[in-house]
Structure formats: structure tokens, C-alpha cells
């Protein structure tokens, strides 16, 4: 169980379209359908191999959870919702995140902590 101070959901979701209750009101695609490939069980993967790995997650191609003992993860929900956890606050990575892709962070809590 990760107690990790600082959450995030990042998305390609604006806030402002959210309602009261946090559902995205606004029409548009979001995914394509399950493909339900099992591609393999990992324990640990290579630094080099996330960028891969999260794509084919986002795609749905596979899924898993991406955690650095108690310091770190990363988690993928459906239609392109991604969870991320640090101990540390990671600001300007937040501000390149918004600006250079593109995407909206929010404070949030990951709903895959186990």
C-alpha cells in the first residue's frame, strides 16, 4: 500500500467540462474497445521500456501498474485517464506536462492504490 503525498490524475480531459460529481460532460472520443490480449506477467521492467509500455497501455492493448517501491507510481485507468504518485512535489514536471503536451493535471488521488 503506497502512502505517497503528492497525487495526480492527468488526462486529456479539461476540467472545465466536469460537473458537480466529476464526470466529463463533454462528447467526444475516448477509446477504442478492449482487445483482451494477454501479452505477459512482469515483475520488473527496464527505465528504457516505459514510454513503450504506458502507449500500449493508453491504447488498451494491455495493462498494468507502474510502481517504484514507496517513492513513485503510475497508474492507468480507462479512456485515458493516468494516475501518478511521487514523494516529492514535482512542480516544474507538472507545468512541462500542461504546456509542452498539452494535458490537464489535477489533484486527485489514484482509485488503483491497493
Excluded at 505517497?4 to 492527468?10: E, T, V
Amino acid at each position: 500500500m503506497f502512502s505517497i503525498k503528492y497525487q495526480w490524475r492527468i488526462t486529456k480531459y479539461n476540467p472545465e467540462y466536469r460537473n458537480d460529481t466529476g464526470i466529463y460532460k463533454k462528447e467526444e472520443w475516448t477509446s477504442f474497445y478492449d482487445i483482451g490480449d494477454l501479452i505477459g506477467d512482469f515483475d520488473e521492467i527496464s527505465v528504457e521500456n516505459t514510454p513503450l509500455l504506458s502507449r500500449l497501455i493508453l491504447r488498451e492493448h494491455l495493462w498494468c501498474k507502474l510502481e517504484y517501491e514507496s517513492e513513485f507510481f503510475v497508474h492507468f485507468g480507462y479512456d485515458y485517464y493516468m494516475y501518478v504518485g511521487s514523494s516529492i512535489q514535482c512542480k516544474d514536471t507538472i507545468k512541462k506536462i500542461t504546456k509542452e503536451f498539452n494535458l490537464f493535471v489535477e489533484h486527485f488521488n489514484s482509485p488503483h492504490l491497493d
